[in-house]
């Protein structure tokens, strides 16, 4: 595992929850689908041996130390860090690494979800996070990333309806969330993850799912015509997603962009690749606070992803 001789393929490839350690031993996670020729987008989640959890965290070790990797990609409408190849040490493809029984019950658990998932929705899935980058411990999440099949969410309702996966309860979320909540409004995020498919809980472990689909992607990278900012938009949620990205329709009840953009728009949409957006209920209300806005051929586009605060109003 993380062999660059063994893993080009996926090397030249790499997408949302693999993992890369740099020449001086930092580990990063990869972000997102999209990757420029001889870069791969990541950030930093381990630095001198401290864990970075956050996402505003992680940029300002960016911002301090890695500053040169910062650069305009008008892919995406924004600035992010590119990390030359050549820097790159180990690369973990997280679609590819399976747990390995007898390890520890971690692993064995892990193992069995794992299992479970791919037979029973017809998937294929690897490990990504603590698990694949060797940095986890005993009470670790597990982290699972799966290819996104048709009827693969029915299939994990399935599975939460029959008991084999448990919803989270605030009680169990509650104690990490001042660790990992950014973006999203706290309280949005503790009713939200109640009733989330893709985050729960398997014989006492708290598991996490990530269901990838890059394809869908392709229609909505830049460059745009416009990329901007506002204070604030007011959104309802048309139709509600469970895939990474996280690509959803929703009507703009109220946005400062002026007559003409508003008349003429197309569809509007959100953007995330952060699961914390995903499976948000039709018909819920979004606040976005300073909301980076992306204009294509009058498709409007929200990254929630780089918008400073999101609050969401549960119908």
């Not at 393929?9 to 929850?17: D, R, V, Y």
């Not at 990869?30 to 870069?39: A, D, L, N, S």
């Not at 040169?68 to 820097?87: C, D, M, N, Q, T």
Request: net charge positive; glycine share 6%.
């Amino acid at each position: 595992m993380g062999d660059l001789t063994l893993m080009s393929s996926a090397f030249e490839n790499p997408c949302e929850g693999d993992i890369i350690i740099l020449n001086d031993s930092s580990l990063w996670i990869v972000k997102g689908c999209f990757h420029p020729i001889g870069y791969i987008i990541a950030v930093p989640r381990i630095i001198n041996g401290r864990k970075v959890k956050k996402l505003k965290d992680m940029y300002k070790i960016i911002t301090r130390y890695y500053t040169h990797f910062l650069r305009y990609i008008p892919e995406l409408g924004l600035k992010a860090p590119l990390v030359p190849r050549k820097f790159v040490r180990t690369f973990y493809h997280a679609l590819s690494t399976k747990s390995v029984k007898g390890l520890n019950k971690l692993h064995d658990i892990c193992r069995e979800l794992l299992d479970i998932i791919e037979g029973s929705c017809n998937t294929e899935c690897g490990i990504t996070g603590s698990l694949l980058g060797g940095y986890y411990i005993d009470s670790s999440d597990i982290d699972l990333i799966c290819l996104d099949r048709p009827k693969l969410y029915d299939c994990l309702l399935k599975l939460r309806s029959e008991g084999v996966l448990l919803p989270l309860t605030e009680e169990v979320f509650s104690s990490e969330l001042i660790e990992v909540s950014e973006g999203l409004d706290t309280k949005t995020h503790l009713k939200l993850i109640t009733h989330k498919v893709l985050q729960g809980i398997y014989k006492g472990y708290r598991y996490t799912l990530r269901i990838i689909n890059c394809s869908r992607l392709n229609n909505y990278l830049g460059p745009y015509d416009y990329v901007l900012r506002v204070p604030k938009a007011i959104l309802k949620v048309v139709t509600t997603d469970y895939r990474t990205p996280s690509i959803f329709i929703v009507d703009i009840i109220k946005l400062p962009l002026g007559e003409y953009t508003i008349r003429n728009r197309g569809k509007s949409l959100c953007i995330s690749h952060r699961l914390r957006y995903t499976e948000i209920p039709v018909g819920a209300l979004m606040m976005v606070s300073n909301a980076l806005i992306m204009i294509k051929r009058n498709v409007v586009i929200f990254n929630l992803d780089f918008s400073d605060h999101v609050i969401v109003i549960i119908p």
